[in-house]
């Protein structure tokens, strides 16, 4: 019976281990490497370039420099940061393509939104919602973008979106709070969202301290 | 002191506390100030708001896969180095570069050399030979050549016949015709 062909995060081994394994020339190591962060690293090149070819040459580039760069690799406990860093730089410094036309993250979603449950009706809304807040953080500038969507759509915590950007942690909060305000401001126009528009700090000194409906989303430890 | 400090310290904070930058007793001590801080329970519930609907937003961003394959890094890569081979086993490419390099350099040289005309001025006179005098006075046997020679002569030595001939004019010599005196040494062999 043949054997069948091992998952693509079947191998449990960490980056520090793999890095290893792929130094002394075991292809199947990197494999695995490649397996892990190919999406990962697709999704943030597609969300900088908005072009989904674009953003699998990045993922071919980065790996390939990652290869090369094997020799002197460190990875502390993670090689996710030193890979974005990589994919960063390499999908800032890819010059837009001649007649292609760029579209906007909403459209870089394409069709993976699907929901059966929903009626039409909700999932227009939803829809509508998704496009107006991602034209909003498209009209970010490209540091605090960068910071919105390495934390909500790559998931990485701040510390390692300081490691991507190299800067400092605290220079990414104050990007990220930036950068809520920023959507804060421009979102306060859509009531369905439930964000108020922004209060004269005057009055809101003045006003009544009301009790915080909204809870901390609470991470799974 | 800030400048142009205006709003509570800990507004920064809930942003950051909903991003998930804080520990847990850091967190909690957000939240217990929001709750005497107007400022702060605004900013919090909306940043609350904003965390939900930007990871609504992102979430079929974050479900794009690509189907790349771990080859296309590979052949970006190129071909595989090949595997270093001893010292003693390369010496013998190392010789056959040099022949190579040696005789490239060789018909390089030749190329040159042989392209490149000595100057004129350079030419050392050849010395007096009388057996290239003699050879070089001895007409030639063909016809054309002979006559070609004869006419290069010097008229002292061709018997200066030559310029007594003229062409007739009106059907008669314009002057009188003179036997022509062939030099006996210059008559062909």
């Not at chain 1, 292809?27 to 953003?55: N, Q």
């Not at chain 1, 699907?114 to 509508?128: F, H, I, M, T, Y």
């Amino acid at each position: 019976m043949k054997a069948a062909k091992p998952a693509a995060n079947a191998d449990q081994r960490g980056d520090r281990e793999l890095v290893y394994a792929a130094r002394d020339g075991n292809m199947p190591a990197f494999d695995a490497l490649f397996y892990r962060y190919r999406d990962g690293i697709f999704r943030l090149g597609l969300a900088i370039t908005k072009d989904p070819s674009a953003a699998e040459e990045i993922v071919v580039d980065t790996f390939a420099r990652a290869h090369r760069a094997l020799a002197r690799l460190e990875p502390d406990d993670s090689l996710r940061p030193w890979l974005y860093r990589v994919a960063v730089n390499l999908s800032y410094n890819r010059r837009p393509r001649k007649n292609v036309v760029l579209s906007s993250l909403d459209d870089a979603a394409g069709d993976t939104f699907a929901n059966d449950e929903a009626s039409p009706s909700l999932l227009a809304e939803q829809a509508e919602l998704r496009r107006i807040i991602l034209e909003t953080v498209d009209a970010l500038s490209p540091k605090h973008r960068l910071v919105v969507v390495l934390h909500y759509m790559n998931g990485l915590n701040l510390a390692e979106i300081a490691q991507v950007v190299d800067c400092p942690v605290g220079t990414v909060k104050s990007r990220l709070h930036y950068a809520l305000r920023r959507l804060r401001t421009h979102l306060a126009a859509h009531p369905e969202l439930g964000i108020e528009p922004s209060r004269p700090l005057l009055a809101t000194g003045l006003r009544a301290v009301q009790p915080i409906t909204a809870h901390l989303p609470v991470e799974d430890q | 002191m800030r400048l142009f400090g205006r709003g509570c310290s800990f507004v920064e904070r809930t942003t950051t506390a909903v991003a998930g930058g804080l520990s847990s007793w850091e967190r909690s001590d957000v939240e217990k100030h929001a709750s005497a801080c107007a400022e702060c329970a605004d900013a919090l519930r909306d940043a609350v708001a904003i965390d939900v609907a930007l990871t609504r937003a992102f979430a079929p961003l974050r479900s794009r896969r690509t189907m790349l394959a771990p080859g296309r890094v590979r052949v970006a890569l190129g071909p595989a180095p090949e595997e270093r081979s001893s010292r003693w086993l390369r010496a013998p490419a190392v010789f056959a570069r040099l022949a190579e390099v040696s005789v490239a350099l060789g018909v390089v040289l030749f190329a040159v050399s042989t392209s490149v005309e000595a100057p004129s001025g350079a030419v050392a006179p050849q010395p007096h030979s009388v057996i290239r005098e003699y050879f070089r006075s001895q007409p030639p046997t063909e016809d054309i050549d002979y006559f070609r020679w004869l006419r290069l002569q010097p008229a002292e030595r061709a018997g200066a016949a030559v310029d007594l001939v003229r062409l007739p004019v009106g059907g008669r010599f314009d002057v009188e015709q003179v036997e022509t005196v062939i030099n006996p040494t210059s008559t062909p062999r």
